[in-house]
């Protein structure tokens, strides 16, 4: 990357399937978190050692007990080595919540990127990320985001509230309720 961006210092890397519910200088905060040898920012893979899937079945090398999922990845180029690992709720997946909640810091603070792998916002497979694609999907660029995006959201996620990822649906609202200003 540093050979192809040569005037690029900093830079965040997402998949397709990434959906924003938080301003993106809320990610990008960590990059202030990082100390000099920190060359990239990654959540980990997964939260429980019970239902980990490196630890459980990983036949090459990972970073740490659960490893990390580079689908928000956080890049300085002007550094090497060193990974910094920021919570779960800034790339919250499927797995965090497909058998039970295991993102404690996204109940508390809210999912501030939510992450659809394997086709979840598509499907029918995690309804509660469909919900929240589903909101997003209609939404139009300069609706009011009260009306048109949180409030649909919210409806969209109380009827997931009998999954197990539309359990924790306050923590898909939570980040957006605070830029919306709900009181």
């Known amino acids: 990357m540093p050979s192809l961006l040569k005037d690029v210092d900093a830079l965040v890397y997402v998949d397709t399937d990434v959906v924003f519910l938080a301003p993106l200088e809320e990610?990008?905060?960590?990059?202030?978190?990082?100390?000099?040898?920190?060359?990239?920012?990654?959540?980990?893979?997964?939260?429980?050692?019970a239902t980990g899937w490196y630890n459980r079945f990983a036949k090459h090398p990972y970073?740490?007990?659960?490893?990390?999922?580079?689908?928000?990845?956080?890049?300085?180029?002007?550094?090497?080595?060193?990974?910094y690992v920021y919570g779960c709720e800034y790339n919250l997946r499927p797995d965090h919540c497909?058998?039970?909640?295991?993102?404690k810091a996204a109940e508390k603070r809210g999912?501030?990127?939510?992450?659809?792998?394997?086709?979840?916002?598509?499907?029918?497979?995690?309804?509660?990320f469909r919900a929240v694609y589903r909101a997003w999907e209609e939404y139009n660029l300069?609706?009011?985001?009260?009306?048109?995006?949180?409030?649909?959201?919210?409806?969209?996620?109380?009827?997931?509230?009998?999954?197990?990822c539309g359990k924790i649906h306050n923590a898909f609202l939570k980040a957006l309720s605070s830029i919306v200003r709900l009181r």
């Open 98 to 103: 497909m058998y039970m909640s295991v993102c």
């Open 27 to 49: 990610l990008w905060s960590h990059f202030y978190k990082m100390n000099s040898s920190h060359m990239a920012a990654m959540a980990p893979e997964h939260e429980d050692l």
């Open 142 to 164: 300069g609706q009011d985001l009260r009306q048109d995006l949180y409030y649909p959201m919210q409806r969209y996620l109380l009827k997931t509230s009998n999954t197990t």
């Open 63 to 83: 970073y740490g007990k659960l490893g990390v999922n580079s689908g928000v990845m956080l890049m300085n180029l002007t550094r090497l080595h060193k990974l």
């Open 111 to 128: 999912v501030f990127v939510l992450h659809g792998n394997r086709g979840t916002f598509h499907s029918g497979k995690q309804p509660a």
